[in-house]
């Protein structure tokens, strides 16, 4: 079972501040990061050059070769030992789902489903970008993620955090899509009278707040868990004593030259976080590169992933 650190009220409040001040920021005529304010300018830049890439990919013949690597999920199967691992929580199972951008190809949610539904879990985790695209309606999204939730429907729940493809307003759909929004909230998972702790912020990389920092901060659990779209906030959990802290938002860089070089990744904190297995201080971490595409439908040397992560003490 699961419940938030926060009763019903208070939840209530801190989301409405948090949809006022996510709405500002998703209308205003920049981005925020931890580092302050940045343009917009270069995502029209890369979308342009974008439309040249594909181009060339399907004049030389490779786009269909790509589009089919896009559709062809694998499972990542890992095991994470922790000292500090509440024994209740011995095998423990997590399905950790990254960036489904479920309407990038026709037919995607039941390809994934058809990935994941013999997996057992106890717990789901996504961990941001729902849609294709970073604006505009998001109601095609919702029939096709009817057909997924009913497969990632866990017994300790299902959570997810937002990331930069996604607005404020798709959390008014939570319940319907059969989760729990995490938006700079934490909920404590009991098993058999022990429980951890699992905390989600809102997406770092355009809509950072210092709400997302705050809600890192909470004390007295001896293991924790954070949902972060990117890597960016991963000091700062591990400062704050999280064990371990799952991501994507990379793609892993979704076109490599070779598996493990991207052409492009997304993110600047260092190319260890661009994809798999990393640690920061005391603190282990994920980031997965992701079940969908964005951009466009094309994958190279870089498989689409679900993961399978069970805890172990260790
Ligand atoms: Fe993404």
């Known amino acids: 079972m699961y419940r938030f650190i926060d009763n019903t009220e208070s939840r209530k409040e801190k989301r409405l501040v948090w949809a006022a001040t996510r709405s500002v920021l998703e209308n205003v005529g920049f981005l925020r990061n931890k580092n302050g304010k940045k343009s917009k300018s270069h ?143 934490s909920v404590e998972i009991v098993k058999d009278g022990q429980t951890i702790l699992v905390t989600g912020t809102d997406d770092p990389f355009n809509f950072y707040t210092e709400q997302s920092i705050l809600s890192l901060e909470t004390r007295g659990y001896k293991f924790k868990i954070a949902l972060v779209h990117t890597s960016e906030l991963a000091k700062v959990a591990a400062a704050n004593g999280y064990s371990l802290y799952l991501c994507g938002h990379t793609h892993g860089g979704q076109i490599c030259l070779k598996e493990g070089f991207p052409l492009i990744s997304h993110q600047f904190e260092g190319k260890q976080f661009n994809h798999g297995l990393w640690e920061t201080g005391k603190m282990k971490g994920y980031t997965s590169s992701g079940v969908g595409v964005s951009g466009m439908p094309v994958r190279f040397n870089c498989p689409a992933e679900v993961t399978l992560i069970t805890l172990e003490t260790g």
Not at 123 to 143: A, E, M, V, W
């Open 43 to 185: 995502w029209n830049v890369f979308l342009h050059l974008l439309k040249v890439f594909a181009f060339l990919l399907k004049i030389s013949g490779y786009y269909r070769k790509g589009y089919g690597n896009a559709k062809n999920i694998k499972v990542t199967r890992l095991t994470l030992e922790f000292a500090n691992l509440p024994p209740a929580f011995q095998g423990f199972r997590i399905l950790h789902l990254s960036d489904l951008h479920i309407d990038s190809i026709p037919g995607f949610a039941s390809i994934i489903s058809e990935k994941i539904k013999n997996l057992g879990f106890d717990i789901c985790f996504l961990t941001g970008d729902y849609r294709r695209d970073i604006s505009g309606s998001f109601q095609h999204i919702l029939k096709p993620f009817r057909i997924l939730s009913k497969y990632i429907q866990a017994p300790y729940g299902t959570f997810a955090v937002l990331g930069n493809h996604d607005t404020f307003l798709m959390a008014r759909y939570e319940k319907e899509s059969g989760l729990d929004l995490l938006v700079n909230e």
